[in-house]
């Protein structure tokens, strides 16, 4: 793996508001996902996977649990004398207050941008979930000579649409207008210096958008060129696709587009024993990290570090976070419960599939 | 020199443990995986960390390459530190020649100048194929208090069991008047689990003694021990309670993954106090299908089980095909068991595969004859074929 020539810096706070179940104590990108990650480690090590060794995670509010995750970088081998991980705290500009865009915390920004010496930027949200491939994205960036290089996604639903001639993209639009189905996606590469005018030429503006103010408006000023993804995205928007995201781990197809032994996906180590299962333990269809202790019934689960499942317990469609403790004989349907969320001997707590229950962080029912 | 430590643990990993057979065949027996998650050094490690033990010498000899690799800088185990951390110390070559590590006595005779660049007080004696949990910052306590030249940490086993160990005859006081290596007849059931604290220097003295004696095997519990002895020095043994087990046979290997199912024996390797670190490979979460029955098993990162298992130990990224049934058995990291195969009291290596239909090992209560029945052991990579049968206490292996 060579080392690239680009910095990466992932918007960790992007969509929070869209999630306020799970981040009223969090950042988005510290949200719990799939058994064992935060939604930050799949940009993380996609970027670590194509050689990019030194990230900055743009933060603006409630990053403690997103710092502790991280801490120094270690685990993604970020932890470097030169580049690494670096959390971009919230920078105030006298009497505005915290940013309002991305604009904004791009221009919060400034110094560390300016300091790099990184040729070119790739900016993600940390609430996309794919393992991409961003080195076929940074060569196709090379071959094209592109400006702007966008990621899409064929035939996802999503706001904006990117029309198309070849791998030129010749606007940004709604999904009638692009009279397509390459859904833009909240990731892409660019020249450092070029982003860095069209960040001080906004701000000058009072622009706050970045897809509106900034790449939209500059589609036929510059040479855009749209990267399709590969394999597996799901965008974090809401409770729901925070379930089905989960969900979609219980298809093999979609851990095998994840979870790659060639391009693995990080996360900070626990040092858990591995999953103990007892006489009675019934799991059908269920990813299970490590460190649980499984006695009762499991079925279409997603099951986070160091959860206990007591006997004559059942759970079905439910995701359970890290150190839950479901006690004998309670029974749980469509339920979302947060970190070391308790439930009480015999209790029965039913969600729904569009409304699964959302148990708080650290609660006992 | 750099500021004086405390205590110096040198962990013996050098053996070769030609009883393990193929599992041993590329690897040194401290790299054998172990638990699901673990390598067999993973424990002594671990006990050195949470023990406040942060300088540790490990000396290695036979196959090193994946035990280098995988203690690395030491960082998985929080050994990856400004003074002192874990280092791996091959023989090497010095001016008077260059020697393999004759013994135990002699690989830290070799070493002396590693030591000497702490300056400590204590050392600790460690080996590399012992499973436990033990706070050796209270065994170097004893040995303060008890103001010993050597102490000993000992277990006390069934006296059937005793000829098996070398036996500490003590007094009241728990001092040592008489080492005996795997006595006929033991006076005691004191066994030495290879764990030894000396004060440092008097241990410089007796290691450069023994040195120069042509006859000695330079080791410690047939020479060391037994001229302190003699010369009256203050040896006490250290009465250890709890798990301690030496893995270093198919049989005991494989008990002592059995007895981490066994919620009767006291090796919790969940015990936040205490952790048991190991380096690992970023798996995913393990999945389980509908098809699969899973009874009294541990399942590791990485897995993917659509059989059967019951009492069964899966390391990370093993896999277990629909129909297949695993039974009172260790399948290491990457092993994969094919549809319909059945495996029986086996342990099955790295990365080797057992195809469809295959037939693995027997049960003791359905085999006719009780002496040739045992543990079936598939060495790393290696192909068990389609259909094929291998019967009880069979050792398959690579070249």
Known sequence: ?365 | MTKKTDCVAMLLAGGQGSRLGVLTKNVAKPAIPFGGKYRIIDFPLSNCVNSGIDTVGVLTQYQPLVLNDYIGSGQPWDLDRMNGGVHILPPYQQIKGTDWYKGTANAIYQNISFIERYNPEYVLILSGDHIYKMDYAEMIEYHANHNADCTIAVLEVPFEEAPRFGIMNTNDDNSVYEFEEKPPHPKSNKASMGIYVFNWLQLKKYLIEDEQNPESDNDFGKNIIPAMLKDQKRLFAYPFEGYWKDVGTIDSLWDANMDILNPKIPLELDDPTWKIYARTQAYPPHFVTRDATVQNSLISEGCFVAGKLLDAVLFSGATVEKGAVVRDSVIMPGAKIEAGAVVQYAIVAENAIVKKNAVIGGRPEESEDLESWGIVTIGPDYIVGEGEIVPPKAMLGNG
């Open chain 1, 1 to 365: 793996m060579q080392s690239r020539n680009i910095l990466g810096l992932i918007f960790c706070n992007s969509g929070d508001e869209m999630l306020p179940e799970l981040t009223s104590v969090r950042a988005i990108g510290s949200v719990p996902f799939g058994c064992r990650y935060r939604l930050v480690d799949f940009s993380l090590s996609s970027m670590v996977n194509a050689g990019i060794s030194k990230v900055g995670l743009i933060t603006k509010r409630n990053y403690q649990s997103l710092a502790d995750h991280v801490g120094n970088g270690r685990p993604w081998d970020l932890a470097r004398k030169n580049g690494g991980l670096s959390i971009l705290s919230p920078y105030v500009f006298g009497g505005t207050g915290l940013y309002t865009g991305r604009i904004d915390a791009l221009s919060g920004c400034m110094q560390y941008l300016e300091k790099s010496r990184e040729e070119y930027v790739v900016l993600t949200n940390a609430n996309i979930i794919a393992n991409v491939d961003f080195d076929a994205m940074i060569d196709q960036h090379l071959a094209l000579n592109a400006d702007v290089t966008i990621a899409y996604k064929k035939g996802l639903q999503g706001s904006k649409y990117l029309k198309m001639d070849g791998d030129k993209i010749l606007e940004i639009a709604s999904k009638e207008e692009a009279g397509t189905d390459n859904c833009y996606i909240d990731l892409f590469l660019i020249r450092r210096e070029l982003l860095i005018s069209m960040i001080k030429e906004a701000a000058v503006h009072n622009y706050t958008n970045l897809t509106e103010d900034v790449l939209k408006r500059q589609v036929k000023s510059y040479n855009y060129y749209g990267f399709g993804i590969d394999g597996y995205v799901r965008i974090i928007d809401g409770m729901q696709s925070y379930f089905d995201g989960n969900m979609d781990l219980l298809h093999k197809s979609v851990r095998d587009q994840l979870f790659k032994m060639d391009a693995p996906i990080y996360t900070k180590l626990r040092d858990d024993m591995p999953s103990r299962y007892g006489f009675d333990s019934g799991v059908a269809d269920s990813v299970i990290a490590d460190g649980c202790v499984i006695e009762g019934e499991v079925h279409n689960s997603i099951i986070f570090r160091g959860v206990t499942v007591e006997k004559g317990a059942k759970l079905e469609n439910c995701i359970i976070m890290q150190s839950g403790v479901i006690h004998a004989n309670a029974q749980l349907s469509y339920v979302v419960a947060d970190k070391n969320v308790s439930i009480k001997e015999g209790r029965t707590l039913m969600g729904c599939k569009t409304f699964p229950m959302v148990i708080g962080k650290g609660l006992t029912v």
